[in-house]
């Protein structure tokens, strides 16, 4: 009996997939839930299990496609005894004609591009959001001519556009050298880059910087980490205590929990706070849902669960969508502070620095007084279509204020 294996739905928002790597071969024998192939989504990676024991007769999409959800992937013999199957031919690809994918439909009208115009690497020729990102970048490269000339809006692009304006960019190139070391972007490098990108270009970015002087939050989370290492089986950080005091601030502040939509401002009903985890493949924002509903502990626990998933790929699409506020920790090593780039499509994001011991400046019985204090910066970007300073600074002045008091409860 044969049995076709297609590419999963991943999660509501997920459309297509890439096959990053073929773990059989035709004529391979499997195992039921031996992992066939390896899929990389703009949300998530994923492995894709023999759903029966038998034999790989036809592999149908080469490592490196892009495909939409359901298409088929392999056939399985299910049931044959030896890998002695003869690989039949893979069918002849369908003529010619234009395919895209609804992702790259979409960003092709947000920028103005032509789809006619463009060369598809995916499943019989179809276009992905990668082609349209290629040919962005083609026309960004500089003209041979000594004299740069002016470029032709993409397509029908409207003068003044977005997409007129993509199209006459001019980036500086290089041309690898002998020694070079030459890294291909993978599916997921690919798409974080194609995030920031357009995050950059459509939110207008402002940052703003507070400092913070954290003794009281150090002496109380020291006063509690070794029972809550016992009662729990992790370590109590600090970024579950930012966590809550970026949520209590942002009910002070719907409009740093919004977003836009069209010419409208949304401020959403719920606070879901994603939290950046940097993985073997590259970075992934898992979400808190209902973070203003959970204790210290609940987001601590949360925390844990999300980001150890996220590094063990066993995070699910859905838990990285519907974010509204995002969190991020470089760690140990994060320097003084730095402007993280906002999580699209929300309008704004909290980046903790490095946790130091500085002097300060104490008044000790009405007197001035220098003394050595636990001090960490919190930089925080936002969107200038819609924030403006004075609720920019007033949230992060407010997220300072609950910190420094160190008034948590477990």
């Given at each position: 009996?044969?049995?076709?294996?297609?590419?999963?739905?991943?999660?509501?928002?997920?459309?297509?997939?890439?096959?990053?790597?073929?773990?059989?071969?035709?004529?391979?024998?499997?195992?039921?839930?031996?992992?066939?192939?390896?899929?990389?989504?703009?949300?998530?990676?994923?492995?894709?299990?023999?759903?029966?024991?038998?034999?790989?007769?036809?592999?149908?999409?080469?490592?490196?496609?892009?495909?939409?959800?359901?298409?088929?992937?392999?056939?399985?013999?299910?049931?044959?005894?030896?890998?002695?199957?003869?690989?039949?031919?893979?069918?002849?690809?369908?003529?010619?004609?234009?395919?895209?994918?609804?992702?790259?439909?979409?960003?092709?009208?947000?920028?103005?591009?032509?789809?006619?115009?463009?060369?598809?690497?995916?499943?019989?020729?179809?276009?992905?959001?990668?082609?349209?990102?290629?040919?962005?970048?083609?026309?960004?490269?500089?003209?041979?001519?000594?004299?740069?000339?002016?470029?032709?809006?993409?397509?029908?692009?409207?003068?003044?556009?977005?997409?007129?304006?993509?199209?006459?960019?001019?980036?500086?190139?290089?041309?690898?050298?002998?020694?070079?070391?030459?890294?291909?972007?993978?599916?997921?490098?690919?798409?974080?880059?194609?995030?920031?990108?357009?995050?950059?270009?459509?939110?207008?970015?402002?940052?703003?910087?507070?400092?913070?002087?954290?003794?009281?939050?150090?002496?109380?989370?020291?006063?509690?980490?070794?029972?809550?290492?016992?009662?729990?089986?992790?370590?109590?950080?600090?970024?579950?205590?930012?966590?809550?005091?970026?949520?209590?601030?942002?009910?002070?502040?719907?409009?740093?929990?919004?977003?836009?939509?069209?010419?409208?401002?949304?401020?959403?009903?719920?606070?879901?706070?994603g939290v950046a985890v940097e993985t073997e493949k590259g970075l992934l924002?898992?979400?808190?849902?209902?973070?203003?509903?959970?204790?210290?502990?609940?987001?601590?626990?949360?925390?844990?669960?999300?980001?150890?998933?996220?590094?063990?790929?066993?995070?699910?699409?859905?838990?990285?969508?519907?974010?509204?506020?995002?969190?991020?920790?470089?760690?140990?090593?994060?320097?003084?502070?730095?402007?993280?780039?906002?999580?699209?499509?929300?309008?704004?994001?909290?980046?903790?620095?490095?946790?130091?011991?500085?002097?300060v400046v104490v008044e000790q019985n009405g007197d001035d007084a220098i003394?050595?204090?636990?001090?960490?910066?919190?930089?925080?970007?936002?969107?200038?279509?819609?924030?403006?300073?004075?609720?920019?600074?007033?949230?992060?002045?407010?997220?300072?204020?609950?910190?420094?008091?160190?008034?948590?409860?477990?």
């Amino acid at each position: 009996m044969s049995i076709t294996v297609t590419m999963p739905q991943l999660g509501e928002s997920v459309l297509e997939g890439t096959i990053e790597k073929w773990c059989v071969r035709e004529g391979d024998r499997v195992e039921k839930d031996q992992i066939l192939c390896e899929i990389t989504t703009d949300k998530v990676d994923a492995e894709i299990p023999a759903p029966e024991t038998g034999v790989v007769s036809r592999i149908l999409v080469a490592e490196g496609q892009t495909v939409d959800v359901a298409t088929e992937l392999v056939v399985i013999e299910a049931g044959a005894a030896s890998a002695e199957v003869q690989a039949e031919p893979v069918e002849a690809a369908e003529p010619a004609r234009l395919r895209a994918s609804p992702l790259a439909r979409r960003m092709a009208e947000e920028q103005g591009i032509d789809l006619e115009g463009v060369k598809g690497s995916g499943a019989d020729g179809r276009i992905t959001k990668a082609d349209l990102v290629s040919t962005l970048e083609q026309k960004a490269k500089p003209a041979p001519a000594p004299v740069a000339q002016k470029a032709e809006p993409a397509g029908e692009a409207i003068p003044g556009s977005l997409g007129a304006w993509l199209g006459q960019i001019r980036l500086p190139t290089y041309t690898p050298r002998e020694g070079d070391r030459v890294i291909p972007f993978s599916a997921v490098r690919r798409r974080i880059a194609e995030h920031m990108v357009v995050s950059k270009i459509v939110s207008p970015h402002v940052g703003t910087v507070a400092e913070l002087d954290l003794h009281k939050l150090v002496a109380l989370r020291a006063s509690m980490k070794a029972e809550f290492k016992r009662s729990h089986g992790f370590n109590l950080t600090y970024l579950p205590f930012i966590v809550q005091a970026t949520v209590r601030a942002l009910k002070e502040f719907p409009r740093m929990n919004a977003t836009v939509v069209g010419e409208t401002i949304v401020e959403r009903a719920g606070i879901h706070i994603g939290v950046a985890v940097e993985t073997e493949k590259g970075l992934l924002v898992p979400v808190i849902r209902d973070a203003d509903r959970l204790s210290l502990v609940g987001l601590g626990m949360a925390i844990e669960d999300l980001s150890s998933r996220a590094r063990q790929r066993k995070i699910t699409a859905d838990e990285l969508h519907g974010g509204t506020f995002t969190v991020t920790n470089p760690g140990r090593e994060g320097n003084l502070y730095g402007f993280a780039v906002i999580n699209q499509p929300q309008v704004g994001i909290l980046r903790m620095g490095e946790l130091r011991k500085c002097p300060v400046v104490v008044e000790q019985n009405g007197d001035d007084a220098i003394a050595i204090h636990p001090m960490m910066h919190l930089a925080l970007s936002y969107d200038h279509r819609i924030i403006d300073g004075v609720t920019g600074n007033g949230f992060l002045y407010r997220v300072g204020r609950y910190l420094e008091a160190g008034e948590f409860e477990v």
